[in-house]
């Protein structure tokens, strides 16, 4: 049976059984495509399976063209969404992770004085370092949003958050070591 035949059973028939055989057919293609986007494996399957049933619930859309290629699109996009929220969450640093640890078990003491130590840091930036800190973490605006919202482009924007965490990191480790 093919696609078409498989979808028209699917849509007029109800039959979600036969959805089994797409699977079958275009998982592999689907998975190893998302693979080379995402590069994690449980990620890939996630995505994988989210794309099926994401091609389930709008069948009535294919248009007839080849169904593995339209799936593996679904797919694509999906991974560039993961990616792309992944690369807008904050990640946080080592000293960062070590201050939770700290304060979950009853360190509060440090963890005060390290926000002391960052809020003096945060000071000493010219004024334009500081709204852009302040648009992407406390506001927690896009990469995009900020540099349409201060006229720069996005990989400027990129480069200063960067060279910002550095200069932060550095006048703390030096603060912390006097």
């Known amino acids: 049976m093919d696609d078409q035949e498989i979808v028209k059973k699917i849509l007029q ?49 294919w248009q007839g063209a080849s169904l593995g290629s339209w799936i593996t699109t679904i797919a694509i996009h999906l991974s560039l969404d993961a990616l792309r929220k992944e690369r807008q969450r904050p990640t946080a640093s080592l000293d960062e992770q070590r201050v939770e640890v700290a304060e979950q078990e009853g360190f509060s003491e440090d963890h005060e004085r390290r926000l002391q130590v960052m809020e003096r840091a945060v000071s000493t930036l010219p004024e334009e370092e500081r709204r852009i800190l302040k648009m992407f973490y406390y506001q927690q605006m896009k990469t995009s949003e900020v540099a349409e919202t201060l006229k720069m482009t996005q990989a400027n924007v990129l480069v200063k958050l960067h060279r910002i965490r550095e200069r932060l990191r550095k006048q703390m480790q030096n603060e912390g070591n006097e």
Not at 24 to 41: A, C, D, I, P, Q
Request: proline fraction near 0%; charge should be negative.
């Open 13 to 61: 028939q109800g039959d979600t059984q036969s959805y089994g055989e797409i699977m079958n057919r275009y998982s592999g293609l689907v998975f190893s495509k998302t693979m080379t986007l995402v590069h994690r494996e449980e990620m890939a399957k996630d995505i994988t399976q989210q794309a099926f049933i994401r091609a389930f619930s709008s069948l009535e859309n």
